[in-house]
């Protein structure tokens, strides 16, 4: 199983210039979501999407934009990159968007983006 | 601001030794804790979870411990191998919510 995939790997953009992180899971995973990671500043959740057609902001949503495609496909758009938004991109899944267990998330391989 | 933390960002462990990873939390409400290791250029993977109402829960070669009374929460990583350098992660699922809570991560190095 390929589990998360996230695509592309690494992207460098100049500041205002627009793009889409794609991120596909085979688990059939009820629950998708995006973080992103800064140095000492751990995994911090920009949107995520408890079941296909639901979308919720999370902590820094400032300045993207996601996309439940369907149930496999979970979408991250810059509108207007801004160097603040350079990070680690990372899509994750998890069985069930719901307030019981311990809803473990299986995350993808990163997405590395630099803002000019 | 975040609920979970780690006491150091750093632990260097010499090959064989027993690591022990530490982590605070504030929420006390929390219902279940996770531990995640990220490898170099990889996402994090999880490690082990255990829930509000235990104290102790062993995996392969690691063992978590739940301290409700001071909020605390180690990871424990018997006979230290290359393999476990890695940046480790504590997370918690806040009651009445799914999503996590994660800490900022302990970067562990491994010695030969």
């Known amino acids: 199983n390929a589990g998360v995939t996230q695509t592309p790997k690494f992207q460098v953009l100049k500041t205002g210039q627009s793009m889409t992180l794609q991120c596909a899971q085979d688990m059939n995973h009820n629950s998708m979501y995006w973080y992103r990671q800064d140095p000492g500043m751990g995994l911090r959740l920009i949107y995520y999407?408890?079941?296909?057609?639901?979308?919720d902001k999370g902590e820094v949503p400032n300045g993207y934009n996601v996309s439940r495609l369907n149930k496999r496909e979970f979408s991250l758009r810059l509108e207007s990159a801004a160097p603040s938004q350079t990070s680690v991109y990372f899509c994750?899944?998890?069985?069930?968007?719901?307030?019981?267990?311990?809803?473990?998330?299986?995350f993808g391989a990163g997405s590395r983006l630099t803002v000019l | 601001g975040e609920s979970v933390g780690l006491h150091l960002p750093t632990l260097s462990v010499q090959e064989g030794d027993n690591s022990i990873i530490n982590c605070a939390y504030s929420?006390?409400?929390?219902?279940?804790f996770i531990w995640y290791k990220q490898e170099s250029g990889k996402g994090p993977q999880f490690i082990i979870d255990?829930?509000?109402?235990?104290d102790k829960r062993q995996g392969q070669r690691v063992t978590v411990l739940l301290n409700k009374t001071v909020k605390h929460l180690s990871l424990q990583i018997a006979a230290t191998q290359p393999g476990d350098s890695a940046v480790y992660f504590c997370?918690?699922?806040?009651?009445?919510?799914?999503?996590?809570?994660f800490g900022a991560g302990t970067t562990v190095t491994v010695r030969a």
């Open positions: 994750a899944s998890s069985e069930r968007g719901r307030a019981y267990g311990a809803n473990v998330l299986t």
């Open positions: 929420n006390s409400a929390s219902d279940y």
């Open positions: 255990i829930r509000s109402n235990m």
């Open positions: 997370a918690e699922r806040p009651p009445n919510d799914y999503k996590l809570s």
């Open positions: 999407s408890a079941s296909e057609g639901t979308t």
